[in-house]
């Protein structure tokens, strides 16, 4: 079973390593699991040691959108900036892939940036790459056509599970999209019209 230990970000600093799992707790879940919801008081920081969460952000008329997925070794950052300020949560943290996580309280967040300067530097290059994923989504919706977004969705979730054929709804899709089921199954049906996927019953194969 993978640790932090064999996660590229953390191979440097084995003390850092030791007192997270020892100041935290490491929970197993199952793929669909909501780890936190919006408007949630943030208690702890997750990190991810095996699997894949996906970060979701939610409008007032239920109307979802995917924000970014956290991998291996990776952490959510709308969790540090919500819990160090003591502020209730504005995503949805859910499983893509059964996961392993580790959770560190907040109160050893603070204390972890003072004396391990690792871990500030992991907090920092952490909030530069879902700066960077954030922007992208804001280009994609901005100027990209929902047909692309939906492609590059697929070969996402493609490259995080490791397989051609993937196992989700329509709905599940548009809702990620933040688009309608009807113009998701449209735009399906025309990527298998021209060879680019297979649709089967709840799952789609990559051809």
């Given at each position: 079973?993978?640790?932090?230990?064999?996660?590229a970000?953390?191979?440097t600093s084995?003390?850092?390593?030791?007192?997270l799992?020892?100041?935290s707790i490491?929970?197993?879940?199952?793929?669909?699991?909501?780890?936190?919801?919006?408007?949630?008081?943030?208690?702890?920081?997750?990190?991810?040691?095996?699997?894949?969460?996906?970060?979701?952000?939610?409008?007032?008329?239920d109307?979802e959108i995917?924000?970014?997925?956290?991998?291996?070794?990776?952490?959510?950052?709308?969790s540090?900036?919500?819990g160090?300020?003591?502020?209730s949560?504005k995503?949805?943290?859910?499983?893509?892939?059964?996961?392993?996580?580790?959770?560190?309280?907040?109160?050893?967040v603070?204390?972890?940036?003072?004396?391990?300067?690792?871990?500030?530097d992991?907090?920092?290059?952490l909030?530069?790459?879902?700066?960077?994923?954030l922007?992208d989504?804001?280009?994609?919706?901005?100027?990209?056509?929902?047909?692309?977004?939906l492609?590059?969705?697929?070969?996402?979730?493609?490259?995080?599970?490791g397989?051609?054929?993937?196992?989700i709804?329509?709905?599940?899709?548009?809702?990620?999209?933040?688009?309608?089921?009807?113009?998701?199954?449209?735009?399906?049906?025309?990527?298998e019209?021209?060879?680019?996927?297979?649709?089967?019953?709840?799952?789609?194969?990559?051809?």
């Open positions: 079973m993978e640790s932090l230990s064999q996660v970000e953390f191979k084995p003390e850092l390593v030791e007192k799992y020892q100041f490491v929970k197993q879940y199952k793929a669909g699991t909501v780890i936190l919801n919006e408007n949630s008081s943030i208690r702890s920081i997750p990190i991810v040691i095996r699997g894949t969460l996906k970060v979701i952000r939610t409008d007032d008329d109307k995917l924000l970014y997925y956290i991998k291996s070794g990776e952490s959510c950052i709308m540090f900036l919500g160090m300020h003591n502020e949560s995503v949805r943290a859910e499983v893509e892939e059964d996961a392993e996580i580790l959770f560190l309280p907040m109160d050893k603070s204390v972890f940036i003072r004396e391990y300067p690792q871990w500030l992991y907090i920092f290059r909030y530069h790459k879902r700066f960077e994923e922007l989504i804001v280009n994609a919706i901005t100027f990209k056509k929902v047909d692309e977004r492609l590059s969705l697929l070969f996402k979730k493609q490259e995080i599970g397989g051609k054929t993937l196992h709804t329509h709905e599940q899709l548009a809702n990620e999209l933040g688009t309608a089921r009807v113009v998701v199954s449209r735009l399906l049906k025309q990527l019209e021209n060879g680019v996927v297979q649709l089967g019953r709840n799952k789609i194969k990559l051809m």
